[in-house]
């Protein structure tokens, strides 16, 4: 029994080596695809380099290699290097290098970059502050399923930001961002538009909403 358990134990102390190792293992190969300049592979040392996942963890590194990948159109790795910008991980934080990245991706029709772009018009970081411009981008990323531009979008109807000011909008929009589980999209509807809005007026939103549904399936992520 003694020497079973010994067996065990040993056993189970091998396993984090054996995954270490194999990690290690993956790294290198990575690196080796990543310094032959293919863009996904350098997209993936990033990230394990951002992560330490087979090397030490290493922002700088991240930041270098997402960049390299970025510089050859790969967008993944534009609206990361925006992000490390945005954040200043591995950077210096700069507001107008990670809107220049984002747009980058942004206009290549990714829609994380699309949604972030909306948020730097509506922020006014890196960007002067232009509520139509942010409406422009969030409504290209809500389009495509994305729930946080979505929910953005019923901000903006519900507040007359870059937009007439339109209850029934803004609650048709925060639905949506609901379906696709945006956390706060049903207090803006249900706490914060509801009592301003009559009963015909909800009718008209839920309605409107479907519609929307029927006309573009994609506003639904899942």
């Known amino acids: 029994m003694k020497s079973a358990l010994i067996t065990l134990l040993a056993f189970c102390l091998c396993l984090p080596l054996m995954g270490d190792a194999a990690a290690k293992k993956r790294f290198e190969e990575t690196k080796v695809k990543a310094e ?120 903006l109807y519900a507040n007359g930001k870059g937009i007439i000011e339109n209850y029934v909008e803004a609650y048709a929009w925060a639905n949506i961002a609901t379906a696709n589980g945006h956390k706060l999209a049903p207090r803006l509807a249900h706490s914060l538009l509801q009592p301003k809005m009559t009963p015909e007026q909800i009718a008209k939103a839920q309605k409107l909403s479907r519609e929307m549904i029927k006309k573009n399936p994609k506003l639904l992520s899942k």
């Open 36 to 155: 032959n300049g293919n863009e996904i592979a350098q997209y993936n040392l990033a990230l394990m380099y951002r992560k330490g996942e087979g090397v030490k963890q290493d922002f700088k590194q991240a930041v270098k290699w997402f960049r390299k990948s970025a510089d050859q159109g790969f967008t993944r790795s534009q609206v990361n290097l925006g992000l490390m910008y945005d954040k200043g991980v591995g950077v210096k934080q700069d507001f107008k290098q990670a809107h220049e990245w984002f747009l980058k991706a942004a206009e290549l029709g990714d829609t994380k970059a699309q949604t972030n772009i909306g948020a730097s018009y509506y922020k006014g970081e890196g960007v002067a502050q232009d509520f139509k411009e942010a409406y422009k981008w969030y409504l290209k990323a809500a389009s495509q399923g994305d729930a946080i531009a979505q929910c953005s979008l019923a901000d």
